[in-house]
Nanobody, 119 residues
Framework: QLQASGGGLVQAGGSLRLSCKAS????????MGWYRQAPGTKRALVAR???????EYEDSVEGRFTISRDNTKNTIYLQMNNLKPEDTGVYYC???????????????WGQGTQVTVSS
């Protein structure tokens, strides 16, 4: 399972750090990422990181957000700086988890953590 934490209420220009830890029956973890869902919108990719450390960001957060990963802890982080009101939403972590070699990895979602940025 994935356990996300670190959300909260912050003023525009502030910072937050999200964490997401994978636990349970894990063989290998491939891509991990953060997705955001604002009210009335679909869940959309914010940032993604491969198990080799290659990162990808949604255009609006490029240069403000940093995704990182600690493979020894099966944990990813999202450092969010210079937050804007449009960053508000529920942030979900996702991991592509392979239980055993040769078995197709499956997509696992965390429970979501609320981030609210006030203007």
């Amino acid at each position: 399972q994935l356990q996300a934490s670190g959300g909260g209420l912050v003023q525009a220009g502030g910072s937050l750090r999200l964490s997401c830890k994978a636990s349970g029956n894990i063989g290998s973890i491939f891509n991990m990422g953060w997705y955001r869902q604002a009210p009335g919108t679909k869940r959309a990719l914010v940032a993604r990181i491969t198990n080799g450390g290659t990162t990808e960001y949604e255009d609006s957060v490029e240069g403000r957000f940093t995704i990182s990963r600690d493979n020894t802890k099966n944990t990813i982080y999202l450092q969010m700086n210079n937050l804007k009101p449009e960053d508000t939403g529920v942030y979900y972590c996702n991991a592509q988890i392979q239980i055993l070699p040769g078995v197709a990895p499956y997509s696992n979602w965390g429970q979501g953590t609320q981030v609210t940025v006030s203007s």
